[in-house]
């Protein structure tokens, strides 16, 4: 990539309660699409597989022949699972939350960065570099179901030797996504987050990336340094695959033995957790209204990690998490609208857990 300019914006001087390390920024442009589109690019629907720039060109200009809401056009904005929840904790809960990456001199490094701050996110830990900011197409089908074909390979990123203890100390929990491509960081950022006494919550990204990496991943989850690990459906499978009961809660017995707190998220059929001995099942809410699963996952960590600094119990975590899962997929994109926030309150209401005092 060559000489890189780094500035760093240290505007917050707080520490801030949960910080997310999302190593290259990641713009989402996310569209509702046909199946047939789905049909010519790479790799399985459903999935998140890498691409190069040209591939991601070639996808975003084939979508706006194939957008199944006309008018509706390509949704821009913020993206990255990590991104997602730290936006959600602080627009949606009220928790003071920060960011930890990098973000390139381009238009798309300006809007990653105004999004964020404009979600009262504290940018103070993000370093500007010299180069692209990441990029990720969403395809959005009919049954609200998505596909991801993220462009990384030239995008900046923060480099493990870059992280320091002073990004970390004073927070509570450190929240990442598991990846490959930022393998080196992530090890750096859990080393550093342990010593300053942070608990760390690690999402396993894909069914690909536990598929294709599972030896590093089991480093991790084997190193105890991971306290709340949280996988869908589809990961949990694989994670178990080859195993005589290779069901979610086999997975997530796999995962309670490695880390404080285990989740595995069943789409429509809600989750099931276990903390020590306790196990829960929660139903879904809000499934019935889905038109698109993009951060459904993302925002049900959101509520699950505000039930956790709340104090709430293993059952109520859930219940916080479904309810904000549940916002999330009534619109298009990763973020949620004021109005999403609204009935995600109204639901918490109904179920008697204490409503965030936020500004939405």
Not at 56 to 62: F, G, N
Not at 206 to 222: A, C, G, I, K
Not at 328 to 351: A, C, D, F, H, Y
């Amino acid at each position: 990539m060559g000489a890189e300019h780094l500035i760093i914006n240290r505007e917050a001087s707080q520490a801030a309660l949960i910080l997310g390390l999302q190593p290259a920024a990641l713009i989402d442009h996310v569209a509702r699409v046909d199946w047939s589109l789905l049909d010519q690019i790479p790799g399985e629907r459903g999935g998140s597989i890498p691409v190069a720039i040209d591939d991601l060109e070639h996808i975003l200009s084939e979508v706006k022949t194939h957008i199944l809401d006309e008018p509706s056009p390509i949704k821009t904005i913020a993206g990255g699972s990590v991104t997602n929840t730290i936006r959600g904790l602080s627009v949606g809960f009220g928790v003071s939350c920060g960011l930890i990456g990098a973000y390139g001199d381009d238009q798309q490094g300006q809007l990653f960065v105004s999004n964020m701050k404009f979600s009262g996110v504290d940018v103070s830990r993000l370093r500007m570099k010299r180069g692209p900011t990441g990029q990720c197409v969403c395809l959005v089908d009919a049954s609200g179901n998505r596909t991801m074909r993220p462009c990384l390979s030239n995008a900046v990123k923060i480099q493990a030797d870059e992280l320091i203890a002073e990004d970390v100390k004073g927070s509570k929990w450190l929240v990442l996504r598991f990846g490959m491509f930022n393998f080196e960081v992530i090890q750096a950022a859990i080393r550093i987050a342990k010593q300053e006494g942070l608990s760390v919550s690690m999402d396993l990204a894909s069914f690909e990336m536990v598929r294709n990496f599972r030896t590093p991943l089991l480093q991790l989850l084997e190193s105890g340094d991971v306290d709340l690990c949280f996988a869908n459906e589809d990961e949990a499978a694989e994670l178990v695959r080859g195993e005589e009961n290779a069901d979610p809660e086999a997975a997530l017995e796999f995962l309670a033995k490695r880390c404080q707190w285990a989740v595995v998220t069943l789409g429509p059929n809600g989750c099931i957790a276990k903390h020590g001995k306790e196990i829960v099942k929660v139903p879904a809410i809000g499934e019935a209204k889905a038109i698109d699963a993009t951060g459904a996952g993302d925002l049900f960590a959101s509520g699950f990690l505000y039930g956790l600094v709340k104090g709430l119990s293993l059952e109520e975590c859930c219940k916080v998490g479904s309810c904000s899962g549940g916002s999330v997929i009534r619109s298009l994109g990763g973020e949620v609208t004021p109005e999403n926030w609204q009935w995600m309150r109204k639901q918490m209401q109904i179920r008697g857990l204490p409503i965030p005092d936020t500004r939405t």
